[in-house]
Structure formats: C-alpha cells, structure tokens
C-alpha cells in the first residue's frame, strides 16, 4: 500500500465519521426543536348552525361582562336559556360557578373603558361572515370585509387600535390553540381561543371575557368555520 493510498483511506474514513456526527446532531436539534401548529391557512366561511345564534351570544356577553344589572335573577336565568349545558362552567342551571350567586357585581368602570369594551363585544355579536387566514412562524394575519389585523405570536403587548380608542393585544401559541387578549383595563379582558377541530378540521373560535384575572366568565361563545369551498368546485 502507497504512502498516498493510505492517507486517502484515513481522510475517506474522518469524513465519513463527520457526517455521522452531523446527522446524529441535526437529528437531535429537529427532536428539540418545538413542533409548528396545525396551520389555520385557507379561507373560512362561518356556520351558521354549529355557531351560537345572536341572541345566545347577547345574553351570555351581558352576563361575562355584567351588563345585565347588578342582580341577575332566577326569573332571567330561566329566561336566558343559552343553551349552553356543553360550555358552561358553573352550577346545575348553566350560571356561576361552583360555591358562588348568580348574580354579578358590576365594578365601576371608565366611560372609555365600556366604549372600548362595546366596541369589542359588538365584533363578537356580529362576527365576521368570510374570514381569510395567512400563517408565519411569527405571524397570523387575519381579514375580513371589515379590514385586516396582522397578530405577532410572540407574546407581546401590542396596541390594538379601535373608534374608541386603543387597547393591549397579546397573541400566543398554547399547544396548537392561538390563544389572543383583548385587555380592556379596568372592564377585564377578552380572549378569543383559535383551534381546528381534528375530526372535522373545522376552525373553531371560543370567546371568553374575564372580568377579574384568573376569573373566566361563565360562558364560552363557540364560533364554528367551514373550509371555504373553492369557485366552481367542493370543499
């Protein structure tokens, strides 16, 4: 064997073990590396059937965010059927929580800050018929006809401007939800919770006000989405 057949044999050799190494490490970072959520890229179309009825959503609004008075009564609770004995968190009536009234205090509030909260919950009363969703690793941009709204999923405050004013917006991964806040200051915060159902691959959306941090309100309000059927053809 030449002195040159030799060397070449040991150099084949350390390249061989180097590229082992890189893939065992690449294959070790890719395992680390956090996986990216189920994207929510298409456009939707909202369903009207599997989605809270208006009426549903007024009432349980006015009961999260107390604008139903300060003593909400029986005689009212029975009236306000919401239908909502698969969502509700409270007693066996649908109302509260465990070990608390049915009513709801109302704390006082800025003039701004019930503007501000209108603005917010009128949104949710009149949801958006069509909506178009653009997916990033940092990013979820979502537009309807009533404009367009870029989220940056990192966790941080961001200002969301309304008529009324403005108001603190964060947008974060939990799992594969996008979990976003509304904090509407002394009024409490609206969260909207995204999620595909895995069955069905539907888009839905649960909106919660919480009045007091760590408080949800009794009630989530359940938009569902279809996959917007392409023109001329089937979903």
Known sequence: ?????????????????????????????????????????????????????????ARALRLDTGEGGDDITGDMAESADVGRGNVGRGTSGGFGRPGTTRGVSREAISENDRKLLAELTDAVRFPPAALTIVQTDTAVTMATDAGMVTLQTNGKVEKHRLAAGTVDRTATWEGPQLVVRYDVGHAGTLTYTYLLAPTTGQLVVRINFERRRGEPGPFDIKLVYDPAAPAGGAP
């Open 1 to 57: 064997m030449t002195p040159g057949t030799k060397t070449h044999r040991t150099a084949t050799a350390t390249a061989a073990v180097l590229v082992a190494v890189f893939g065992l490490a690449t294959m070790g970072a890719a395992r680390d590396r956090p996986r990216a959520p189920r994207s929510f890229q298409g456009s939707w179309t909202l369903d009207l059937y599997l989605s809270d009825h208006p009426e549903q959503v």
